[in-house]
């Protein structure tokens, strides 16, 4: 299996569109991996088919260790699954062989007699994904009732509950004995608060943003080690003394975002985690040119300028490029950066890079992200991008609750840290993570569920998505040079973009109202 993966990161083509999404090329090749591995499911299956104990071994196969935990754990069949009769779950999701990979195929292995069909994904194409399709599509194809299981952005869950069309969990669960003491404190929070105060789903992943730093390169020179609980002003000074410094002829800097880092990137980042708005909550007004956004522009711009921020030029090549060659380009694997802002994601990036570029185990560190006043709890320190429900009106919901029982298991959530599927940590704390004091740092963080939701809402918006898409691809436009010693005007940098903002606001006023016109 680890061969396969190796020759699948050869093939990669394009970078990921900063920490948390990828180009269409990227998540073509991400789906291919994961239809080789139901391919391969699916003949060691037909190979086993001869009796259900020829199914376990070759679930053994698939799954590593799984099947000895399965025999020692009461993890049979419920009733409300028979063991002959087949029982098909209708499931709603984003991407069908990656629901089987992730989620089917080990579900399956407990319980033979189950089977799974799908209902269309509000959104999908024939060669595209939008995941922020509008939420009167999800009501839609909740209200057909055809769907057992359903993948929902959080941000529907507040309407779609208050609607009617979700059930709630509480009862299951408290039947059951499903405890959630081992799920990350703040998803928990975030998604009751999005029922108004009742679970109407669960979250089995999040994502979150921590300071990396280099113990390594503070202690050479002299410097203090970071601590938990900085704000970005404490951060940015912290970086500047690096400033001029080199080594191995190289320069060291003091700040880094990872690999082809850009200073409009650092800017959508640092605001993210600052809860910084580019339009009004009501798309009314475009909030660019702002003292708060002109502050943290300058303190960039300033950074790139006196060269304490990353200046390391963008990588280019032609057809594929291995994973190495990326790590090589960030300062901070390589071992010439005292800090870096990133995801949960870079854990993995640190241990897949390996001591060979340059910074050791016992090297690095992880802290909290950076927090300012008000700040905490923004989608780009913590995010969780959806939750999977059961509709109201699901024709199998006992069985729908087995399975999210499966779902929200401590073995899953060991399947998903050992299956890297991008940025996102298992809500069920993993026993590597409860192992790993640095993967901690994410599950203790503490968050304002209403900011988490706020953010969400804003995300999962078709109109505000327009207005980020149109600043950040000016931004991207306008500041192609900002990594060279001449100076970023700011001002007129921020004029444009508010020019930009207001223009993509004005034109999906207009595109409102020709829909509602057109309605009969």
């Given at each position: 299996m680890k061969d396969d993966r190796d020759r699948w990161e050869r093939t990669l083509s394009d970078l990921p569109l900063g920490s948390g999404?990828?180009?269409?090329?990227?998540?073509?090749?991400?789906?291919e991996r994961i239809k080789m591995l139901e391919r391969r499911a699916r003949r060691r299956r037909r190979v086993a088919a001869a009796s259900v104990f020829a199914l376990l071994i070759a679930g053994a196969v698939i799954f590593r260790g799984e099947l000895s935990g399965l025999l020692t754990r009461e993890e049979t069949a419920k009733p409300v699954i028979g063991e002959t009769e087949t029982t098909t779950l209708n499931i709603m999701y984003w991407d069908n062989s990656g629901f089987m990979s992730m989620y089917g195929q080990p579900f399956i292995i407990r319980h033979p007699s189950v089977r799974f069909e799908y209902s269309e994904y509000p959104g999908k194409s024939a060669n595209l994904y939008n995941l922020t399709p509008g939420i009167d599509a999800f009501k839609a194809q909740l209200q057909k009732g055809h769907a057992d299981l359903v993948q929902v952005p959080l941000a529907y869950v507040p309407e779609l509950s208050a609607a009617g069309l979700l059930k709630p969990l509480d009862t299951w669960m408290k039947r059951d004995k499903v405890s959630d003491d081992s799920w990350q404190t703040a998803v928990k929070q975030t998604v009751r608060e999005a029922g108004g105060g009742e679970l109407y789903g669960f979250a089995p992943e999040f994502t979150g943003h921590a300071l990396y730093y280099n113990r390594k390169l503070f202690r050479e020179n002299g410097?203090?080690?970071?601590?938990?609980?900085?704000?970005?002003?404490?951060?940015?000074?912290?970086?500047?003394?690096?400033?001029?410094?080199q080594k191995n002829g190289k320069p060291v800097y003091g700040l880094s975002f990872g690999y082809n880092s850009t200073i409009w990137f650092e800017a959508h980042s640092i605001a993210s985690s600052q809860g910084l708005r580019l339009a009004g909550a009501k798309l009314e007004e475009a909030t660019v040119d702002t003292p708060a956004w002109t502050t943290l522009w300058t303190k960039l711009a300033a950074g790139h300028r006196e060269g304490w921020i990353?200046?390391?030029?963008?990588?280019?090549?032609?057809?594929?490029?291995?994973m190495k060659q990326l790590y090589a380009h960030d300062p901070f694997?390589?071992?010439?950066?005292?800090?870096?802002?990133?995801?949960?994601?870079?854990?993995?990036?640190?241990?897949q890079a390996g001591t060979g570029m340059g910074l050791g185990d016992e090297d690095w560190g992880v802290l909290a992200p950076p927090t300012d006043e008000g700040s905490r709890g923004t989608d780009g320190a913590f995010e969780i991008p959806f939750v999977f429900a059961i509709p109201e009106k699901a024709a199998n919901a006992d069985v729908a609750w087995e399975?999210?029982?499966?779902?929200?298991s401590p073995s899953q959530a060991n399947r998903s840290v050992r299956l890297p599927h991008g940025d996102v940590l298992p809500t069920v704390a993993a026993d590597a993570a409860a192992d790993d004091a640095r993967s901690s740092v994410f599950y203790r963080a503490a968050v304002d569920p209403a900011r988490?939701?706020?953010a969400a809402a804003r995300n999962s918006d078709p109109a505000y998505?327009?207005?980020?898409?149109?600043?950040?691809?000016?931004?991207?436009?306008?500041?192609?040079d900002a990594g060279d010693d001449r100076e970023l005007d700011v001002p007129a940098l921020l004029k444009a973009l508010q020019a930009e903002a207001e223009q993509a606001i004005r034109a999906s006023a207009a595109d409102g109202q020709a829909k509602t016109e057109a309605r009969p």
């Open positions: 999404g990828f180009g269409t090329p990227t998540i073509k090749k991400v789906k410097i203090a080690e970071p601590t938990d609980g900085m704000t970005w002003d404490e951060v940015m000074n912290l970086a500047a003394r690096f400033q001029g410094m990353s200046n390391e030029p963008a990588l280019k090549w032609e057809g594929s490029v291995e694997l390589n071992g010439r950066s005292a800090l870096a802002y990133a995801s949960s994601a870079y854990l993995n990036n640190i241990s399975l999210l029982k499966y779902i929200m988490v939701l706020d998505q327009k207005v980020v898409n149109a600043v950040w691809t000016a931004a991207s436009n306008k500041t192609q």
